[in-house]
């Protein structure tokens, strides 16, 4: 199944990490990739010491997209294909115990869906590996915009709605409510 999180509210990865949580505590494998974070966040922190949660980041970090130089996207751009690459040699083999499971792993793709629509990843990419997923893997794409061929394909959409965010007055991210 695919599950999209995506809007311009908060708490689109945070709700990722506690799908994550929820599937480790059943002994699901985890894959909790990052596109375009540096992996500082405090979800990613906690669930690195969850065992069967794998956390996969790019190299390189360079701040938003819009701040980003033509090198430092196509540096990223690259980076997001091979984050892709890693989730996909990491899928749970086809053995007889992950037949029987509800689900053989959640694979979390924070921030693809913003790759996607700043075109560090082309959307016809991610549906070719969309389509190679296990039947029975799970997976969870965020992202503040969401491409509609995505939205056709996937199971669960969830729109995260902004009505109201501090930042809009001047607050900063604060560390353990928005980082």
């Known amino acids: 199944m695919i599950h999209i999180l995506y809007g311009d509210g908060k708490g689109k990865t945070s709700a990722a990490a506690g799908m994550a949580l929820r599937a480790a505590s059943y002994g699901v494998r985890v894959i909790f990739a990052q596109f375009l974070k540096d ?7 906690l669930l690195k010491e969850i065992p069967g949660v794998m956390i996969l980041k790019a190299t390189h970090f360079f701040g938003f997209t819009k701040n980003m130089t033509q090198e430092q996207a196509g540096i990223v751009s690259g980076e997001c294909r091979e984050l892709l690459e890693k989730i996909r040699c990491y899928f749970p083999g086809a053995d007889e115990e992950t037949r ?3 689900i053989s792993a959640l694979i979390v793709m ?7 629509d700043k075109g560090l990843l082309e959307t016809g990419e991610l549906i070719s590996f969309l389509e190679d997923m296990p039947e029975n893997a799970e997976l969870v794409m965020t992202g503040r915009k ?6 056709r394909l996937s199971d669960y959409v969830s729109e995260v709605k902004k009505e ?12 353990g409510v928005e980082k």
């Open 39 to 45: 992996g500082s966040s405090g979800e990613i922190a």
């Open 100 to 102: 029987k499971a509800d």
């Open 146 to 151: 969401a491409d509609p061929e995505l939205i």
């Open 164 to 175: 109201r965010h501090p930042y809009e007055n001047g607050v900063r991210a604060r560390t």
């Open 110 to 116: 924070d921030e693809v869906l913003n790759a996607v």
